[in-house]
């Protein structure tokens, strides 16, 4: 492992050995439904609360990972990982059923990729075999959480995303597998100036491009390095900015830009507005999708940058601008 | 390059993809389902004066609790929050609409309890109105006593 220019790092055997996700109704209709292990037929995911639904969508994805990695529980070393609850209430609560050593993090929906940084620093460091990184968000622990209750009949704006239900656990290893986690970046809080809780795809847009413009400078690489560049839940005007911002910065990623908020959902036939957000959607593409994509070899490297509205409804409410974060990380496939 | 260019960067592209929210499709649809519910209520009112032969003060809170009643049902089933997204103001401004504030708050909160939950939860969305409606009874209040002894 070493330092890259001012904000990256490139990993040396950091490798993701298995994963499991599991998802809601929703998610299982959308366009790449099939790719996720498990679904639940309701947001309440066989419990009582959503705060209990959403740590069955978590424990469900770990046990997942863990299956299909032929490990057992106490194989596993230490656990990485955070949801959008206050103090992190879910990853919390559901690890107090699990002997592993755990490290709760908070990044707002960039944890998906934060947790994955953190996990494979302690990797190439040493510090074990198996360490797993989780992340989950449940539409309606955030909707109360960060907006209103469920059924309110407010009226949402054409900027609002969807919240996505659902959870993505990784295991990474220092063994070789077929998918290598090799470089990361780390984001700067950026400020967009805006402060509207309704419309965060274009709040996070900044931060994401300010990422993605440092990662090809620390590197010194252009973006055709890539097969596939995604971002964690700008979604349908957030995209636009993006691309928009990188265009003043002379950065072409119109041909392989894609953004997981618009991938996770079918914008035109359900109803989720702008497209997905939530730390689900960013963990339920990377390992559902782009993993499953990297292992049979359709892609072969993969910048994923999940972006996190760092939201505080009272400093909104103080009429504080909302600041932002994003974070990448690069996915390869390894050849034989 | 400095902070105050990567600022200007950031403007003029988030400047360039604002999002316009559909303002007259909005207030049309709003003007037309709100309309409807009013003309729902003028029917339950006219029902308890002319059918039931009842006061006019005692039929009109009638009205308004069917009105509530039946707003906070459909907020139960599921149903509220869809018609709230199509109609917008159409749904929230009338009574049905505090109606719905009310019960999808107790139905959110309803985990924690009755006491913490339900009912320190239920005002949440509506306390704001009744602020506004208290605040304002009083100056509306003050206005019309005063004009009637000044006339």
Redesign the interface.
């Known amino acids: 492992m070493r330092k890259v220019g001012k904000n990256s790092v490139a990993f040396d055997n950091v490798f993701l050995h298995s994963w499991g996700t599991s998802c809601g109704p929703k998610e299982k209709e959308g366009p790449i439904g099939t790719y996720f292990d498990v679904s639940f037929n309701d947001l309440y995911c066989d419990e ?4 209990t639904a959403e740590m069955n969508l978590m424990r469900t994805a770990l046990v997942e990972a863990i299956r299909k990695g032929n490990l057992s529980i106490s194989e596993v070393e230490l656990a990485v990982g955070g949801d959008l609850n206050n103090q992190i209430a879910v990853s919390n609560y559901l690890m107090n059923d699990f002997p592993i050593p755990f490290i709760g993090i908070y990044g707002a929906c960039s944890t998906a990729v934060l947790s994955l940084i953190n996990a494979s620093t302690f990797i190439d460091s040493g510090y074990g075999k198996y360490i797993a990184c989780m992340t989950s968000s449940h539409n309606s622990t955030s909707e ?1 959480q960060f907006r ?12 609002i995303t969807t919240t996505v239900t659902g959870s993505g656990v990784g295991i990474l290893t220092n063994k070789k597998t077929e998918i290598r986690i090799s470089k990361a970046t780390i984001g700067c809080v950026t400020s ?3 402060n509207d809780a309704n ?1 965060m795809g ?1 709040t996070m ?2 931060a994401a491009s ?1 990422t993605l413009k440092q990662h090809l400078e620390d590197f010194k690489i252009s973006p055709d390095e890539y097969d596939l560049i995604v971002t964690g839940d700008l979604s349908l ?1 957030g995209s ?2 993006f691309k ?2 990188l265009k ?2 002379k950065i072409d990623v119109e041909n392989n830009y894609q953004d997981c908020g618009l991938m996770i959902y079918d914008l035109q036939n359900q109803d989720v507005i ?1 497209g997905g957000s939530g730390c689900g959607c960013a963990s339920l593409v990377m390992y559902g999708y782009i993993c499953s994509l990297l292992r049979s070899k359709k892609l072969k490297k993969v910048l994923v940058i999940a972006t996190g509205a760092l939201l505080n409804p009272v400093m909104v409410a103080q009429g504080k601008e909302i600041p932002s974060i994003a974070h990448a990380v690069c996915l390869e496939g390894v050849s034989e | 390059m400095n902070r105050n260019d ?2 200007q ?6 400047d ?2 604002k ?4 303002v007259l499709k ?1 207030t049309l649809k709003a003007f037309l389902v709100g309309g409807i519910i009013s003309v729902i209520a003028e029917a339950f009112l006219s029902f308890y004066l002319e059918v039931l032969g009842l006061d006019k003060d005692i039929s009109s809170s009638l009205m308004s609790i069917t009105m509530v009643f039946i707003a906070s049902l459909l ?2 089933l ?1 149903v ?2 869809r ?3 199509f ?3 159409g ?2 401004v009338p009574i049905t ?1 505090f109606s ?2 009310m ?3 107790a ?3 309803k ?1 924690e309890g009755l006491i913490l939950g339900v009912m320190t939860n239920m005002f949440k ?1 509506a306390g704001a109105i009744i602020v506004a409606g208290v605040v304002s009874a009083f100056v509306a209040g003050n206005i019309i006593y005063l004009i009637g002894i000044l006339v």
């Open positions: 009582k609360t959503w705060e109360r209103y209750p469920t059924e309110y009949g407010g009226q949402r704006p054409p900027s967009s100036g805006e419309d274009r847009a900044p300010m005007y636009k900015v928009d911002i003043e910065y702008a | 990567e600022k960067i950031f403007k003029k592209a988030l360039n993809n999002v316009k929210r559909p909005n907020t139960g599921g509220y929050d018609l709230g997204q109609s917008g103001a749904t929230i609409g719905n504030s019960t999808s708050s139905l959110e909160s985990s969305l």
